[in-house]
């Protein structure tokens, strides 16, 4: 479940999650368990995340 969840969050958020992430995951994977396992309940409950709504910007290697 948090593999799914991981790749999930990645999907959303259009980056590879960092060591801080960690938690809000960790929180989705909880929530999802919480919710009977119903994901449209856990999409609407992430949308109105901190997880969606304030995850950090990607970082960029290239130079612009």
Known sequence: MTCMMRNFYRSVNGR???EA???QV???VQTLAT???VWRNLLADFVASDA???A?????????
């Open 16 to 18: 590879v999650e960092d």
């Open 35 to 37: 919710r009977s396992y």
């Open 21 to 23: 992430d960690a938690t």
């Open 52 to 54: 969606f709504r304030s």
């Open 26 to 28: 960790d929180s989705l």
């Open 56 to 64: 950090p910007h990607a970082r960029h290697d290239r130079e612009p």
